[in-house]
């Protein structure tokens, strides 16, 4: 899988599951002091799975996770008026 593709697949997970994944952002936001963001992951997952994609680690705060594509590694970071995908090294 050419490294197009797997940004190609990055951008398919992320247009099928921003709503969810915003809309889990705002539950974080007002659950967080009685959930584990770990359940979030769980969840998360299984929307990746599809796409070929690992959740890799959870950010509680901002809310936000890092994920791959095979080896392209990323971190989307929600704020209150965006998400912000980001590259990782």
Same mark, same amino acid.
Do not use: C
């Given at each position: ?11 398919? =997970?992320?247009?099928?599951? @921003? ?34 994609? %690992? ?7 901002? =809310?936000? =996770?890092?994920?791959? %594509? ?14 912000? @995908?980001?590259?990782? @090294?």
């Amino acid at each position: 899988m050419g490294t197009k593709n797997k940004i190609s697949t990055a951008d398919k =997970f992320l247009k099928k599951n @921003l709503p969810y994944i915003d809309y889990m952002a705002g539950r974080w936001e007002d659950e967080s002091e009685y959930e584990n963001i770990e359940d979030y992951k769980n969840i998360l997952q299984k929307a990746a799975t599809p796409f070929g994609i %690992v959740i890799d680690k959870m950010i509680a705060q901002p =809310f936000g =996770f890092k994920f791959r %594509v095979k080896e392209l590694k990323y971190q989307l970071i929600s704020t209150p008026t965006k998400f912000k @995908l980001q590259p990782l @090294l």
